[in-house]
């Protein structure tokens, strides 16, 4: 008898763990969504999650710097142009941006160093929440660093390929014949790895809130590649899942810095190739009002 009762109390404990597990599994799934695409999701990268948070002042306001300083504001200077100029500029500059394409075959061929202080330059023109300027362009040009990056980049890739990224993300990517190998780590002269700051520091040490510090990063990105495309230089969008952190302590960067992108820049190799991709037209990604 007491055998039995120590069997059924048993098969009651895990009957009990079985409805817990699956009652939380079923919260972190959304509403209406079958078991299988839940599964299916790609895993996220917690380093690169937007911390941006309006709450985050109140829960702990003495580590928190109010800003009190006055700006002088002073008349806009402002170029117009004529009509004719306006769509001339216009349509060069989106014929100059059409051809911008992701290039994963880079050339060792060394570019100058004050074209890449340039285009860094015209990125930290990006608009920013309360002009915060959260970001930090890190340009690596030493050989031995460059390897320790592959290797790490490596590393995570080969996980999350195999992983993390979960089958559909895997076969979203078999079209553009990319894989965990990153050879252009090691050939491109350049890499500049963009971090966002979380939040910075006041001259006091107070903390001093980055609002929408990712979005802000994010609209610098797009200026840098728009630059790099305009000084002749190719490059490759990419978000190193999961590499965040070591990054950061090779390269020396303070805690409240996170990786957002990684461009590998250059000149494009003799046997570059890239997918015959088609843009969408207007009417599909403008709606008039």
Not at 30 to 57: F, I
Request: hydrophobic fraction near 40%; glycine fraction near 4%.
């Amino acid at each position: 008898m007491f055998l039995l009762t120590s069997v059924l109390v048993a098969v009651v404990c895990l009957l009990m763990v079985w409805i817990f597990q699956n009652a939380d599994g079923g919260t972190q799934r959304r509403k209406g969504e079958p078991r299988a695409m839940a599964e299916a999701r790609p895993w996220v990268d917690e380093d690169l999650k937007d911390s941006t948070d309006v709450h985050q002042l109140e829960e702990d306001a003495d580590d928190w710097q109010v800003s009190e300083e006055e700006v002088e504001h002073i008349p806009f200077s402002h170029t117009r142009y004529p009509e004719k100029e306006m769509l001339k500029r216009s349509q060069e500059f989106y014929e100059l941006l059409n051809k911008r394409r992701s290039v994963r075959f880079i050339s060792n061929e060394q570019v100058p160093m004050e074209v890449i202080d340039n285009v860094i330059k015209a990125a930290g023109t990006a608009p920013s929440g309360a002009h915060t300027e959260p970001w930090t362009f890190v340009v690596v040009k030493d050989p031995d660093v460059k390897h320790k990056i592959r290797e790490i980049v490596e590393e995570e890739e080969e996980i999350n390929y195999l992983k993390r990224m979960g089958p559909q993300w895997v076969s979203d990517l078999k079209k553009l014949r990319t894989k965990w190998i990153k050879e252009y780590l090691d050939t491109a002269p350049v890499l500049i790895l963009i971090f966002k700051r979380v939040h910075g520091f006041a001259a006091n040490g107070k903390k001093k809130i980055h609002y929408y510090n990712e979005i802000s990063v994010s609209i610098a990105c797009g200026v840098l590649l728009a630059a790099l495309q305009n000084a002749g230089l190719v490059t490759v969008t990419t978000t190193p899942l999961n590499c965040g952190p070591r990054l950061r302590v090779l390269l020396n960067r303070p805690a409240n810095e996170k990786l957002l992108i990684l461009l590998p820049v250059g000149y494009p190799s003799e046997e570059a190739t890239v997918p015959d991709f088609a843009r969408k037209p207007l009417d599909q990604i403008m709606v008039t009002v």
